[in-house]
Nanobody
Framework: QAQLVESGGGLVQTGGSLRLSCAASRDFLARYIVGWYRQAPGKQRELVARITNRGITGYEDAVKGRFVISRDTAKGTVYLQMDSLEPSDTAVYYC?????????WGQGTQVTVSS
């Protein structure tokens, strides 16, 4: 598995939605717990959602009820559906294993929510 590739970010208004994608591989999803992380300007990177290799999901309180993590094992892809977006969700979003493995960090995808 090479570097993970995130996509799907963009600029949306408050209350809008985006769907992020993380391109990995079928074997990768079978082996690891995968998480979506985000890093806002001036803040540390934080984990917001996770999905196990058995498809069990979990969320941090800040996004619970608004974000949904899912996966397509055939495509080796993990998704993050983000609804009811708020300006505080503005950040660069990354996917990686939990705990993160350094070589897998990709470039991330920028999400900007305007008020």
């Amino acid at each position: 598995q090479a570097q993970l590739v995130e996509s799907g970010g963009g600029l949306v208004q408050t209350g809008g939605s985006l769907r992020l994608s993380c391109a990995a591989s079928r074997d990768f999803l079978a082996r690891y717990i995968v998480g979506w992380y985000r890093q806002a300007p001036g803040k540390q990177r934080e984990l917001v959602a996770r999905i196990t290799n058995r498809g069990i999901t979990g969320y941090e309180d800040a996004v619970k009820g608004r974000f949904v993590i899912s996966r397509d094992t055939a495509k080796g892809t993990v998704y993050l559906q983000m609804d009811s977006l708020e300006p505080s969700d503005t950040a660069v979003y990354y996917c990686n294993t939990i705990p993160p493995i350094q070589p897998y960090w990709g470039q991330g995808t920028q999400v900007t929510v305007s008020s």
